[in-house]
Structure formats: C-alpha cells, structure tokens
C-alpha cells in the first residue's frame, strides 16, 4: 500500500496484520486508560495468544488454521473473547492463503459486530468492572476488506467508510475523556484505515479522493513525514512534479531541524528523505543519482527492501543487469525475511528473462528455493514459470 513509486517497485512492503491483530481487544476499564493495564505476557490477553502471534509473524497460517480448529474441538477457548480473537487469527489465516469464501462464511456465523452480545459488560461475572466492546479492531477491518477480494468493490469501500467513521468517533470519546494512550493507538488506526481508502482508490485512478482524503490528515498533523510522503506520491501520480518536491523537502527540512516522529525512528526519517529524492531522480530518468541515493539508505539500513529493489531497477534501466541481479539475490540471501516478496521475485524474474538464454531452469531453481523458505501466503506464480 505504501507505494512509493508510479514503477514497478510499488507495494514491497508486506503489511504487518499481526501487529493489527495484538494490538485489538478494546476492553475499558472504569477507573482509567485501558491500554495502560500491565499484562505479563499475550497470553494474559488470550488464550494461548503468544503462539498464535507467532504463527502469525513466521507466515504460517495453515498452522493458525490448525491451531483454531483444535481450540475449538477441545472447547479450550472458555471466555467470549478468546472465540472473537481466534475467529479473526482465522479469518486473517484464511484471507492469506486467498480462501476467500471461508474467510466470509467464518465472519457470516457472527451476530452484528455493535451487538450486546460482544460487549464486556453483557459478562459481568466473567469480565468484572469492564465496558466496552470485545470485538478486536482487526475483526473490523476484514469485515471491509473481505468483500473487495471477492469482487465486491464498492460494498468493500461502503464498509471501510463506515470503519473510518467508527475510529473517527472513537478518537473524539477518548479525547474527551483524556484517554491519551487510546487516543494515540486509535488515531494510528484512522491512519491505517485511510491508507486502506486510498490504496483501493489508488488502484483506480481516482486521485482527487485519495488528495481530499491525504488533505484531511496532514489539516490536524502537519509534522508526520510519512503523511506528507504519502502527499508526495500522489502528487506524481497526477503529474504534480513541483508540489511533490515541495513536500519532500518539508521532510528534508524536518530532519535538518532535529525535529522527531512519533511514527518513524531517525534511521527511518532519513531513509525516507534519501528515497525521496531518489524518486525525483528516477521521475526525471536520472538513474545513476537515484541509484546514490539507495545506497546511503541500504548502507545506513541493509534492511530497506524498498532502497533495495528500487536500486536494482535503476541498475537495470543503465542494462547493468549483472549487477541488477546481484543486489537481489543478496538481498533474498541476507534477508530472506524481509526481502523475499512477490514485487521483488517478478522483478528478478524479469532481469533474468532478460539477461540468459537458460532462465527457466534458473527460475526454477528459484522458485524450489522459494519453496523451502517462504510464508504460506506467498504466491510463488510470482517467478512466472
């Protein structure tokens, strides 16, 4: 979603769903800010949740389908909320692996996600002095996303609307009531939300929603480099060369005041600042300086996977396709974790298309590769064989 580039390099980034799922369970306390309570470990949160998140982070989703449907058979999940946090490891497993249909029939079997019957208090005995809703935030977001992967567009966007309405008005509660903890972790998901919007709008051209929707933002936070980065892309995306320069050099600007953000670390920033300008450089076809560019982001950060890739098809557009593919498969050879997407196997499938008369057998030694060490939810009809 984070597309930093009108080239084939956008979408490097895999989205980080776990971290969406964890931070959920929207319990209230009476006497203060929920998300200040101290919990000893995620199983404190749920069930045997520790393992189900890290299931999550190492990609193995059939294994969370596995874990769930025992759960369930051994009636191990005893309170409401443990069945609502292994429903949505479910129903996320299920989306990565793209079995849509059984993504949306687990979601169908629950009631209305506002009704009584997920609330803390409908429990007072299991759930002592806790409000709230019980539904985790991730529940909701596929609920909205589930119907755009089966085809439904606009039922999808109706939903993320009405999602983006319900964390709105979630911000404005625990700002009235002080709640600066909440406050910041639900004007994160207003974020979250509005980046989901816009990608879909993205991915139809409709840059005049996406422009309002970015514009909206950056009115009541005018310091977040990652909003007016995102303001930057756009802005090439309908050809706004000059408004996206000044954008990126109001990031520039930040960084050389000292100024900090709360969503980026300073490495981040500045990487940031490099891969922006080295967009500018390959907008205007200006490949080598682009290509300086990532170097000083992978050299101060070899994880960069966008620098990484974006690198790589520079070298390619200067047919220096040797050391186009070299940067690749140090990538996936260093950090297979990080780099080991479908953009950047394309990418090198393309180089290798490219550059030898024999790539079928080296795609498939690729793709066997790819076999051994990917997530379940990687596609590998990425490597085109």
Request: proline fraction near 3%; charged fraction near 25%; glycine fraction near 4%.
């Amino acid at each position: 979603m984070e597309s930093e580039s009108p080239s084939p390099d956008s979408g490097t980034h895999r989205t980080s769903d776990p971290e969406t799922l964890t931070s959920a369970i929207e319990g209230l306390t009476i006497s203060s800010d929920p998300l200040t309570s101290k919990f000893s470990s995620l199983d404190d949160l749920a069930h045997e949740l520790s393992s189900l998140q890290d299931l999550a982070t190492r990609g193995s989703w059939r294994s969370i389908l596995d874990k769930v449907a025992r759960a369930r058979s051994l009636s191990l999940l005893q309170k409401p909320h443990d069945h609502l946090t292994y429903l949505s490891y479910n129903v996320l497993a299920l989306v990565k692996l793209r079995r849509f249909a059984e993504g949306l029939a687990e979601l169908d079997s629950l009631e209305d996600l506002d009704s009584s019957q997920y609330r803390y208090e409908t429990y007072p005995i299991v759930y002592p002095n806790r409000t709230g809703s019980m539904v985790p935030f991730s529940l909701r977001w596929l609920h909205a996303l589930i119907p755009i992967k089966m085809g439904e567009r606009q039922e999808g966007l109706d939903r993320f609307y009405e999602l983006l309405d319900f964390v709105q008005s979630k911000v404005k509660d625990k700002q009235e009531k002080n709640l600066d903890v909440s406050v910041d972790l639900w004007k994160k998901r207003e974020v979250f939300v509005i980046n989901c919007i816009m990608g879909h709008h993205l991915s139809n051209k409709e840059f005049g929603v996406c422009l309002s929707l970015i514009d909206n933002l950056l009115s009541r936070d005018f310091s977040d480099p990652a909003l007016i980065s995102k303001l930057g892309y756009i802005q090439m995306h309908v050809g706004d060369i000059e408004g996206a320069k000044r954008s990126f050099n109001k990031i520039e600007d930040m960084v050389k005041e000292g100024k900090s953000s709360v969503s980026l670390s300073e490495v981040e920033i500045k990487n940031l600042v490099n891969r922006n300008k080295a967009l500018v450089f390959l907008v205007s076809k200006d490949y080598l300086s682009a290509v300086r560019e990532y170097e000083e982001c992978i050299e101060r950060d070899h994880t960069d996977v966008v620098a990484i890739n974006n690198k790589a098809l520079c070298l390619m557009y200067l047919r220096d396709l040797a050391d186009s593919i070299k940067v690749l498969e140090n990538a996936l050879e260093r950090v297979p974790t990080v780099a080991l997407n479908e953009t950047v196997i394309v990418n090198l499938c393309s180089m290798y298309e490219l550059a030898y008369v024999n790539h079928s057998e080296i795609k498939r030694t690729l793709n066997n590769w790819i076999a051994r060490v990917a997530p379940d939810d990687f596609d590998s009809s990425c490597t085109r064989i």
